[in-house]
């Protein structure tokens, strides 16, 4: 309590609540524009934040991703193109309800369940994370190690598409975690001779790369529409508000719970918090066939989720430092730089850190709604804003905060490679976000194992000697082997068709013979 | 743009096989056990199984070994992603003789006119994002900016 108090302290200061109120409206602005993420505005935050005391840094960056998040919905409804892709799994559904002339109601019930979804969030981290803290206070190298490959199988695992394709992305970001001085020789790997690689690929210019200029290239490299934007009705946009969230009391709740889980998950995030909520709703709905035509019902479920899935990124990443998604993955980098080891002593050494994320999150998720309010009247006049006056903007920032982490020209050529890698793997459906927890994890992954392995001698059996890194390790072995099991019964069931094939087909042939 | 499963695949091949045969000069540790070179070696032998993958995979849908596929992507998007990106080039290596202030109102005006921002937008757009970061970085958050031959 006495903890809350201080962070409240913290927070509630001019200064703060300036910062929060600036980054609020940032992180509406982003979050309306289409092709411009919530990611990309936390890679553009970050250079600004660095040079900020780390309370006020964080409260922006929770203020900005719960803002961006719901900002998502606000083109979904307007011209059915997700602002983020926290959006995606419910534009349809919007833009049919839109269609209808109820565009006010939609985005009345999007900004309100976004808020209850973030604080379900919120609530479920603040109690969630100091229990989790007390087992992590038991954690060694040992418990590390197997925790590092679990966040990294599970980012792999929950990827869309192609689980090769994730795991090479994963491997791509490991990878690049490997050039600098190496933990047990000190020997520089991978420098080639150049000073600056000695303490590897510098995190910041890094992720700005991957998520802000390889956005640039994809923005002008299409045609910038104009959109076809009709006005919101926003004066009784609050009518009938209440007899829905009453109606749709338990799917809040259930899709609270799913959102913030799935948050949980490193590498899953607000956008497949959505999706899966969504599609629970609909098949637990009493109106399935509804959906699709312009039904609330999926709209509150997936709105709750992708907000609440925000909380529950940051239960992982501030008890154990493994990302829950990308956001937090560049927190957790940022954090590392500035000498802040996220973790269970965090909560021993600089609780406020800690508790100052809790109020934010709280505050930010109150003040969401008469700052959404506010965003969906301007909703309109925001995608007016042509993208091509945006681009050469965001650009310019992305080589300035590249620059002026180490005031070097070099990280804005580190920027320059990342960014024409990111665009790459993207145009050839090779996710960015395992890249992402591997960069944030792959040095944690081999300092821990080398150390345990020069303290053991070599004994690759004491990873499973301690009760707890026991589990961690077989929780680790069945994740690998489930893929290899798919792989498996789906050639099993190939097999067994092709035999039944045969068998149907063999009567014939003894015919012809 | 997209190109072929196989020809990925066998970029990967290709770059584990160089990371392999560098990581042979990283020492070993006292007692003989690897050191430096056992996590690149490992990630090299992934790359490898990956690779092999989709080489695997390409063949299957009987891709074209160097299938360069331009999606969406026109000509004049392709000009600009080029513009961007020697933009950036121009950045890491003029930014510094010629200083942030001219350096950032003349590359977002041309920038801007290239993709076709009207006059007036692009002059007022680039003193205002230049203004701001000026503000921003030189003067709220006290980080030198590239300064130039001039000072400014």
């Avoid at chain 1, 006020?56 to 983020?84: C, H, N, Q, W, Y």
């Avoid at chain 1, 019930?109 to 981290?125: F, P, S």
């Avoid at chain 1, 609330?296 to 501030?318: C, K, M, Q, R």
């Amino acid at each position: 309590m006495e903890n809350i108090l201080t962070a409240a302290a913290l927070i509630f200061q001019p200064y703060v609540l300036m910062i929060i109120a600036i980054s609020a409206l940032y992180g509406l602005f982003v979050g309306a524009i289409p092709g411009l993420t919530a990611t990309m505005a936390t890679a553009l935050l970050v250079p600004v934040t660095f040079f900020m005391d780390p309370v006020p840094a964080l409260a922006a960056i929770v203020t900005m991703e719960a803002m961006a998040i719901f900002a998502g919905d606000i083109p979904g409804a307007l011209v059915r193109i997700p602002g983020t892709p926290s959006s995606a799994a419910y534009v349809d559904e919007s833009y049919a309800l839109t269609q209808k002339g109820q565009a006010g109601f939609v985005l009345g019930v999007d900004v309100t369940v976004a808020a209850i979804g973030g604080l379900i969030g919120a609530i479920i981290l603040i109690l969630l994370a100091p229990m989790l803290a007390e087992v992590a206070m038991q954690f060694t190298s040992f418990e590390y190690f197997w925790l590092a490959c679990i966040g990294l199988s599970c980012s792999v695992l929950v990827t869309k598409g192609s689980l090769l394709k994730g795991l090479i992305s994963l491997l791509i970001g490991l990878a690049m975690t490997q050039v600098g001085v190496d933990i047990t020789l000190g020997y520089p790997r991978f420098t080639f001779g150049v000073t600056e690689f000695l303490n590897g690929f510098t995190f910041i210019p890094a992720m700005i790369g991957m998520f802000g200029v390889s956005e640039v290239m994809r923005n002008v490299s299409s045609e910038d529409c104009a959109y076809d934007v009709t006005g919101v009705q926003t004066r009784k946009m609050f009518s009938g508000i209440f007899k829905t969230l009453k109606r749709y009391k338990l799917n809040i709740a259930r899709s609270g719970l799913i959102g913030t889980f799935v948050g949980i998950l490193p590498g899953a995030g607000a956008d497949i918090g959505a999706w899966i909520a969504y599609a629970v709703s609909k098949k637990f709905s009493k109106e399935p066939g509804k959906y699709g035509t312009g039904h609330i019902e999926g709209i509150v479920d997936a709105g709750t989720a992708n907000n609440a899935a925000l909380g529950g990124a940051w239960v992982p990443a501030l008890v154990f430092g493994i990302p829950g998604d990308s956001i937090t993955a560049i927190v957790i980098g940022v954090l590392f730089m500035k000498g802040l080891r996220p973790g269970p002593m965090i909560f021993q050494q600089t609780p406020e850190i800690l508790y100052a994320v809790y109020v934010t999150f709280i505050l930010a998720n109150l003040i969401l709604i008469p700052f959404g309010v506010m965003a969906i009247k301007a909703g309109s006049q925001m995608l007016r804003v042509p993208r091509n006056m945006l681009m050469p903007a965001i650009l310019m920032f992305c080589m300035v905060g590249s620059f002026a982490i180490n005031n070097t020209v070099f990280d804005v050529g580190v920027m320059l490679v990342c960014g024409i890698m990111a665009y790459f793997m993207e145009a050839n459906d090779i996710p960015v976000a395992p890249a992402i927890l591997g960069i944030v994890l792959g040095r944690l992954l081999e300092d821990s194992f080398m150390v345990c392995m020069i303290k053991s001698d070599w004994d690759l059996t004491v990873f499973f000697q301690r009760p707890v890194s026991a589990v961690l390790g077989v929780i680790t072995v069945i994740l690998w082997s489930g893929p290899f099991i798919a792989v498996f019964r789906k050639w099993r069931r190939d097999v067994k068709d092709a035999d039944a094939e045969n068998k149907t087909c063999r009567p014939n042939i003894d015919d012809v013979t | 743009m997209r190109v072929s499963n196989t020809a990925i695949g066998l970029f990967l091949i290709l770059f584990a096989a160089v990371v392999l045969w560098h990581v042979q000069s990283f020492p070993s540790l006292d007692n003989g056990y690897p050191g430096p070179a056992l996590f690149p070696s490992v990630l090299a032998v992934l790359f490898i199984f990956c690779g092999i993958g989709l080489v695997i995979q390409g063949f299957r849908q009987r891709e074209k070994l160097l299938k360069f596929d331009t999606g969406t992507l026109t000509l004049s998007g392709l000009l600009n992603m080029l513009f961007v990106l020697g933009t950036i080039v121009c950045y890491i290596f003029l930014a510094e003789t010629i200083g942030f202030l001219i350096f950032s109102f003349a590359v977002l005006l041309i920038l801007m006119k290239w993709l076709k921002v009207k006059t007036i937008s692009s002059i007022v757009m680039s003193t205002g994002v230049t203004l701001i970061i000026y503000l921003l970085f030189a003067k709220v958050l006290l980080v030198p900016l590239p300064w130039g031959l001039w000072g400014w």
